[in-house]
């Protein structure tokens, strides 16, 4: 990896500009480095690296902050090696340095802003904090080039808001989890039918073989009209049902197993559906945009998509679920979340903090409860 001093002479300031933006990412259990690339507003991913953590955090049944950040500064500096070398570029190339810098998990958070900062110091480049939300909620300016305004479904393990996105830093929360997020609601219920982790493919994976009438479990929050969700309920009917079934049989089948997922995943599928299509009127009353995006790993869920893209089109709406490798944590969203700012004249210094919660609406109150796999925000 070469490091260069930069003068910054001829910096570029518009998006029309070709501009090339290092992005660094370890909010959670993935340490992630990646290149995009921006020429006249179209994003090219150059390299996106993940180095994931599942096999550390698999016999815990989810993830433990003090392995994940002992595990983020252990593979960074291989990350942004792997990144750089992929985009076929050394870091003089790069424009900006873009690192999330919040909300998240504290240690990994901090692992990688001190890495950017010791990256940005050594060339000199610029450097840009990045909200991991933001990250996420541009990501389908990145991979559909969708204008602004837009509605954003962020539904994964750590984070579940409806978004409206106005710019690339205006968003206005409609509505959110007051508890646990989705993904956490999968991840407790496959360790609770003994599935392993991480849950969310495992429950839809058994699902497909399950009774989805079987067992009638609530659909929280459908009772009031805004468009927030609990998804903690749920999880504790289905313990419930599961604890019924162990009371009267000694145990569980495998296809109680598989009926069980299915009401669950149906469960969830329809309260988001509901809530999403109230999120969509709610976001018609303040904005003229007729895209509904959705990001984060439960929108991998075939049966939570299908949902949503008919929700979406029955209320005319267009529908973009960017591909997978970039719902779920990723730097190549935090890379184009710099870009679009650093365009706008975005920048820090080595006074960038790294924060566990970073709203991005700060006129919203705050959301109630903090997940397992992230502070809410």
């Not at 940005?120 to 602004?148: F, Q």
């Not at 267009?318 to 970039?326: D, H, T, V």
Request: charged letters at 20%; a negative charge.
């Amino acid at each position: 990896m070469l490091i260069g001093q930069d003068n910054h002479e001829g910096q570029k300031n518009t998006m029309t500009d070709p501009m090339t933006i290092l992005g660094i990412e370890s909010s959670c259990d993935d340490t992630a480095a990646a290149v995009v690339r921006s020429s006249d507003g179209h994003a090219q991913v150059l390299s996106s690296v993940v180095i994931g953590q599942e096999e550390l955090h698999a016999a815990y049944g989810g993830v433990v902050p003090e392995i994940a950040a002992r595990a983020h500064a252990e593979q960074l500096d291989i990350a942004v090696e792997r990144a750089l070398k992929v985009a076929q570029i050394d870091l003089v190339d790069v424009d900006a340095i873009a690192v999330t810098a919040g909300p998240g998990l504290i240690g990994g958070v901090v692992s990688g802003v001190m890495c950017a900062k010791g990256l940005s110091a050594g060339s000199g480049k610029p450097l840009i904090g990045v909200n991991h939300l933001a990250g996420h909620a541009l990501t389908p300016r990145m991979t559909d080039a969708v204008e602004y305004p837009y509605l954003m479904l962020l539904v994964s393990g750590g984070h579940c808001q409806f978004l409206a996105v106005l710019s690339e830093t205006d968003f206005r929360r409609i509505g959110g989890t007051i508890d646990d997020a989705p993904g956490e609601a999968f991840d407790k219920t496959a360790k609770l039918l003994g599935l392993g982790y991480p849950g969310g493919p495992l429950v839809e994976q058994a699902a497909v073989n399950g009774d989805e009438t079987r067992f009638k479990l609530p659909r929280p929050l459908l009772d009031r009209p805004d468009c927030n969700m609990s998804f903690s309920g749920l999880k504790t009917a289905l313990r419930r049902a599961r604890d019924l079934l162990i009371a009267k049989q000694g145990g569980i089948s495998k296809q109680d197993q598989n009926d069980l997922c299915a009401s669950f995943q149906l469960a969830v599928a329809d309260t988001l559906a509901e809530k999403t299509r109230r999120a969509i009127i709610a976001f018609s009353e303040i904005a003229d945009g007729k895209t509904l995006a959705v990001a984060g790993g439960v929108a991998a869920n075939q049966l939570i998509g299908q949902k949503l893209r008919d929700t979406a089109h029955n209320q005319s709406f267009e529908f973009i679920a960017p591909p997978l490798k970039y719902c779920t944590d990723n730097a190549a969203m935090i890379a184009w979340a710099g870009l679009e700012q650093f365009a706008k004249g975005a920048r820090d210094d080595m006074t960038l903090a790294a924060r566990p919660r970073w709203p991005l609406d700060n006129t919203a109150q705050p959301m109630l409860g903090s997940g397992k796999k992230g502070a809410k925000a």
